[in-house]
């Protein structure tokens, strides 16, 4: 019996945001999500515990890097299955550092990394 199964390949695997300073927003990055799975996913960006806390202020926006939300706020990504030996579907979105608004301290000589963590569910 076949199980159905939901997996991804997220294209790049890395991100560099730039250098990035209070007041102002990092370069814009696209990222590509393409469905390997044989399950109509959806797709949700989570920082792992102990993140430091200006990763918050990463922006998820639409493939025409537009209609920006908070991490915490973004729709989670929804990714149909490739159907009858089709191509994998993608799905493609913008990700930025908005720092506008912030008015924390930067630590480390500014020179922070973060995971994030793409949970992928059934649709």
């Given amino acids: 019996v076949h199980e159905p199964v939901a997996r991804i390949n997220?294209?790049?695997?890395?991100?560099?945001?730039?250098?990035?300073?209070?007041?102002h927003g990092s370069d814009l990055r696209n990222i590509t999500l393409t469905n390997l799975g044989d399950l109509?996913?959806?797709?949700?960006?989570?920082?792992?515990?102990?993140?430091?806390?200006?990763?918050?202020?990463?922006?998820?926006?639409?493939?025409?890097?537009?209609?920006?939300?908070?991490?915490?706020?973004?729709?989670?990504a929804r990714i149909q299955r490739a159907e009858n030996n089709q191509s994998p579907t993608r799905?493609?979105?913008c990700v930025?550092?908005?720092?506008?608004?912030y008015e924390g301290e930067i630590r480390n000589d500014g020179n922070?990394?973060?995971?994030?963590?793409?949970?992928?569910m059934p649709s």
Wanted: aromatic share 12%; hydrophobic share 40%; glycine share 8%.
């Fill in 40 to 76: 109509d996913i959806r797709v949700q960006p989570v920082l792992p515990n102990g993140a430091n806390s200006i990763f918050q202020n990463l922006k998820f926006g639409s493939s025409s890097c537009t209609s920006w939300s908070a991490i915490g706020n973004w729709t989670s």
């Fill in 91 to 93: 799905y493609n979105f």
């Fill in 10 to 23: 997220v294209s790049p695997s890395s991100v560099y945001l730039g250098e990035v300073t209070k007041g």
């Fill in 112 to 120: 922070l990394t973060s995971n994030l963590i793409l949970w992928v």
């Fill in 96 to 101: 930025k550092l908005d720092l506008t608004d």
